[in-house]
Structures are given as structure tokens and as C-alpha cells.
């Protein structure tokens, strides 16, 4: 699985667009940009997936570049309860999750 | 069940004593997943199933745990002689086939066991 890169820790203020980016250079070709979150003594939650186009749902957008070298998650309106540890994960699909520290978004008021 | 259910979801053991640590899966999942999360860590993969078999366990620690999922639903963890860095929280996820129209791959988390050995 390749590995990804993300920034340790971001804070946005509530209301706001909250811009989380994520280096995967060396993604493959059948990989999977997944974004996950985890809010404090829960389990991770699925936000958003995608393979080369972007991708909305009523969580996020997920903007991936056209080389698939990195990819933005945008959480369009930041609540309070949006902050969390963000995973992003570059993975073949169905396999297991490798996981990396994360970043973490503190969305303030 | 409506959800991913572990339990139990607070064990403190000596160390040296055995534990084990449930996970229901969502009704009619066929994958199940076991990761292992240390204090202000991301979460580490231990172990993967489908269906009964076990088809990967490259993540486990040592020899000292042990996971299994019998019938093909209920799987348990098994961790013998606890040490001290077995502490964590042990987080058990399902999901569906990949061959499902519907599946998004996406994994779904229970909320964990979290273990403290002593």
C-alpha cells in the first residue's frame, strides 16, 4: 500500500471550509484514495473514497489531482462536532487499511 | 445488529493472565478486520478474515496472540500472557464483499476494547 502523507495537526473556524490535504505519490494505479475520521474513544468512521475523478457526498468532496499524486478532503461547512483525527489512506480496494498518524482538525468557534 | 459490537469495551488484566476480546460483525459481512491502537496513534492492522478464513495475520505481534472467527461471523482475540505493551485499544471492523454493486469498500469500526494491563 503507498504510503501517505498529511500535516499533524489544522484548525479552522467553525462555519468555514476546512481544507485537508494529503501527499500519496506513489499511489498505484488501482489504489483508492480513502478518507476516514476518528472522534475521541470512537472507532474510525468512512467519510469518502475515491480512484481518479472527484467525488461528493453528503459528508465531503474529495479532489484527487490528475496525476493522483495527492487529493484534498473539504468539509464545506466546519461544525464543532467535525473535529476529529483525519486519515487519509491510498489502498486497493476491499484490502486492508493501513493507517497513519493522521491530522488532526480542531474547528473552533 | 444495527452496528459493529465489541466487547468487552474496558478490560484490565495482570500482567501474565490471558484475555479475550469479542467482535459481532454486521449481519451478512463476510470481511472482518482486527487493528491494534496505541495511545495517540493511528490504528495498526493485526489480522484479516473472510468468511471462517483467515487470510492474513502478517499484523499480529507475537505468537502469543491469537485470533479466530469459527463459523464465519463472531470472531474473538485471544492475547496469552499479557504484557504491559498490549495496552491499547483493539478495534474490530467488517464489511461487505468487494464483489457487492453496492459496496463502497468502506470499512465499518466497532468503538473497541480498550485493554490496560497492569
Known amino acids: 500500500d503507498a504510503k501517505t502523507t498529511q500535516p499533524t495537526s489544522m484548525d479552522c473556524a467553525e462555519g468555514r471550509a476546512a481544507n485537508l490535504p494529503c501527499n500519496h505519490s506513489?499511489?498505484?494505479?488501482?489504489?483508492?484514495v480513502y478518507w476516514y475520521r476518528q472522534i475521541h474513544s470512537q472507532g474510525p468512521q468512512y467519510i469518502i473514497h475515491?480512484?481518479?475523478n472527484n467525488e461528493t457526498n453528503e459528508m465531503a468532496s474529495l479532489i484527487i489531482t490528475e496525476d493522483r499524486k495527492s487529493s484534498t478532503l473539504i468539509l464545506p461547512h466546519a461544525t464543532l462536532r467535525d473535529t476529529a483525527v483525519y486519515y487519509c489512506?491510498?489502498?486497493?480496494?476491499?484490502?486492508?487499511?493501513?493507517f497513519g498518524a493522521g491530522t488532526i482538525l480542531r474547528v473552533k468557534s | 445488529g444495527a452496528g459493529v459490537s465489541q466487547s468487552p469495551r474496558y478490560k484490565v488484566a495482570k500482567r501474565g493472565q490471558d484475555v479475550a476480546l469479542r467482535c459481532d460483525p454486521i449481519s451478512g459481512h463476510v470481511s472482518l478486520f482486527w487493528y491494534q491502537q496505541a495511545l495517540g496513534q493511528g490504528p495498526e492492522f493485526l489480522t484479516y478474515f473472510q468468511n471462517e478464513a483467515q487470510l492474513d495475520k502478517s499484523g499480529l505481534p507475537s505468537d502469543r496472540f491469537f485470533a479466530e472467527r469459527p463459523e464465519g461471523s463472531v470472531s474473538t482475540l485471544k492475547i496469552q500472557r499479557t504484557q504491559q505493551e498490549d495496552s491499547a485499544v483493539y478495534l474490530c471492523?467488517?464489511?461487505?464483499?468487494?464483489?457487492?454493486?453496492?459496496?463502497?469498500?468502506?470499512?465499518?469500526f466497532g468503538e473497541g476494547s480498550r485493554l490496560t494491563v497492569l
Open positions: 489512506i491510498a489502498g486497493g480496494y476491499g484490502n486492508k487499511l493501513v
Open positions: 471492523a467488517s464489511s461487505f464483499p468487494f464483489f457487492s454493486r453496492t459496496d463502497t469498500g468502506e470499512l465499518f
Open positions: 506513489t499511489i498505484s494505479g488501482n489504489e483508492y
Open positions: 475515491g480512484l481518479k
